[in-house]
């Protein structure tokens, strides 16, 4: 039954009805917010972003639905229903990035209570609708079918304003935590601000006081929560570290951290990591390089081409080839960048390579830049992040390698850097299997003893019909760690890590992901 006309005397029936309409346009951008930020928070801390994506929207689905039914007997008190669900929303929504990452950082328990924070969520978003449409009918006499049509165009609209909002205003302007505070506050404000101005009469006082308080407090705990984020971020990321931070960064495209410790002799340990995983260790750090960059140097190298690398110390070592005429560095994030140019830790190790006139710095996704270029490279030297999700996962597949075969001079050489083939054998054959599928005829796979990784190996092709060599240049620079004894050890396989005959990995079947994810979850 609808209310008598003369409930909405000030605003009208129509100006009643816009409101419930525009609250559903905003409970509906400040729900998809939250789903966008536990994905994303998913993404970030554990690095599947589709099986991240998956649990979340599965569960806030299902969620969802069952919200729906539980809210059937809560529509004789539409309106108090209503407010108090989207107090409780408001605050939990709010919370949920803090409260995962608190999770995540202390109790190692993500996984589970990103589940639990989906199915509440999802519980009080699927309830909103069902108590709006009692509302609005209670508006205006109006069927079914039109007030259904009306409910769930503005609910979708809504949906495209935070779909939006989400990566191009809240993130940059706020960041993950603070984002999320800030939208459970425009959340509660607007369930109460809907109850009060449109409803208010149908309520008793202590109603009004009860749900106005709870307001009040909801909006105090985000508030707060707001003001201590950062030092809250500073701790929990540190729990996540064993050495001091010095250095962190959010970037669009991953977090920078760099710790430092020293030793009772007073050596230092500078260690980078992007979105938690160790890029490298000051202690150590040169056997990796060298093992990286030499061998594939072994030859003409007056034009070389870096994928990744952005930390500047693979650059260091070809910069030590005199005659090495241009050095072009690929890499994504302009972050990582600025800080090898300008952080003193990192100047100091990468010899400042970054001012080297040979050195052209390319800003841009290293698949995307592959795919369009037209110049050709003596040396590819491919140094990028692990293939645990599935942003990286398309730079070790067929097709990648395949593209980077027209990148190189008719007889130039392609060194991957490819994991650890002690901690995650299937991942490291699978990216020889994929060199191979791209039309690589002969791969030297060997590794080396790199003591903060572990045992890590690395992939050396040649874009001809012949096997490369595995060699030193004759000019190599004089080098710390390598020579040709270490090399020739280095094609050496242990009887349990031998070659293990795996399918190649593609764009449409990324399979060195679930090679990674299950490999890596054991350490």
Wanted: glycine content about 8%; aromatic content about 10%; overall charge negative.
């Amino acid at each position: 039954m609808s209310l008598p006309r003369r409930r909405f005397r000030w605003l009208g029936q129509r100006g009643a009805r816009a409101l419930v309409l525009m609250t559903v346009f905003v409970c509906a951008a400040c729900g998809l917010v939250y789903e966008l930020a536990l994905v994303a928070l998913g993404s970030y801390l554990i690095g599947d972003t589709v099986g991240q994506a998956s649990i979340v929207l599965s569960v806030m689905v299902f969620a969802m639905g069952l919200g729906a039914l539980l809210a059937k007997p809560l529509q004789r008190h539409a309106a108090v229903a209503f407010a108090l669900v989207e107090v409780a929303l408001a605050l939990l929504g709010g919370l949920s990035v803090l409260l995962l990452y608190a999770a995540f950082a202390w109790l190692n328990l993500y996984q589970p209570a990103l589940v639990v924070m989906a199915l509440v969520v999802g519980l009080l978003i699927g309830a909103e609708i069902p108590l709006l449409m009692v509302l609005l009918q209670d508006i205006r006499s109006q069927d079914a079918g039109s007030a259904v049509a009306d409910m769930f165009a503005a609910d979708y609209v809504g949906a495209l304003l935070g779909g939006l909002a989400f990566p191009f205003l809240l993130l940059p302007a706020f960041g993950q935590l603070q984002g999320a505070l800030v939208v459970g506050a425009v959340n509660a404000l607007a369930g109460l601000g809907l109850i009060l101005l449109v409803f208010r009469r149908r309520l008793r006082r202590r109603n009004i006081t009860g749900l106005t308080a709870a307001v009040v407090a909801v909006m105090v705990v985000l508030g707060v929560s707001f003001a201590f984020a950062d030092d809250f971020e500073v701790t929990a990321r540190q729990a996540l570290y064993d050495d001091p931070i010095v250095y962190a960064e959010q970037t669009p495209y991953q977090e920078i951290v760099i710790t430092e410790s020293f030793s009772l002799a007073g050596d230092s340990d500078v260690r980078l990591y992007l979105n938690g995983d160790l890029q490298f260790s000051s202690i150590d750090e040169y056997r990796y390089h060298e093992a990286l960059v030499h061998p594939a140097m072994a030859g003409t190298h007056r034009r070389v081409l870096v994928l990744g690398g952005g930390d500047g110390l693979a650059l260091r070592e070809i910069l030590r080839y005199p005659d090495t005429r241009q050095v072009t560095l690929v890499d994504l994030d302009p972050a990582i960048i600025d800080l090898a140019r300008h952080e003193p830790r990192l100047t100091t190790l990468n010899r400042n390579a970054f001012d080297d006139p040979r050195v052209r710095v390319v800003i841009a996704d290293a698949f995307s830049w592959v795919r369009d270029n037209t110049e050709q490279f003596d040396v590819v030297v491919v140094d990028l992040p692990d293939p645990d999700s599935t942003a990286t996962a398309k730079l070790y597949s067929v097709e990648f390698y395949g593209m980077l075969r027209r990148a190189l001079t008719p007889e130039g050489r392609l060194v991957v850097q490819s994991g650890s083939p002690y901690f995650a054998p299937r991942s490291y054959w699978c990216i020889e299997a994929s060199l191979r599928e791209a039309g690589y005829i002969g791969t030297v796979p060997y590794h080396v003893d790199v003591p903060s990784f572990g045992d890590w190996g690395f992939h050396l092709a040649v874009n001809g019909q012949s096997t490369p060599q595995l060699r030193l240049d004759p000019e190599a620079p004089s080098l710390s760690f390598l020579d040709e004894s270490v090399l020739e050890a280095a094609t050496v396989f242990p009887a349990d890590r031998r070659r293990v005959e795996v399918p190649p990995s593609t764009l449409m079947r990324p399979r060195i992901i679930e090679y990674a994810g299950d490999e890596w979850r054991h350490y």
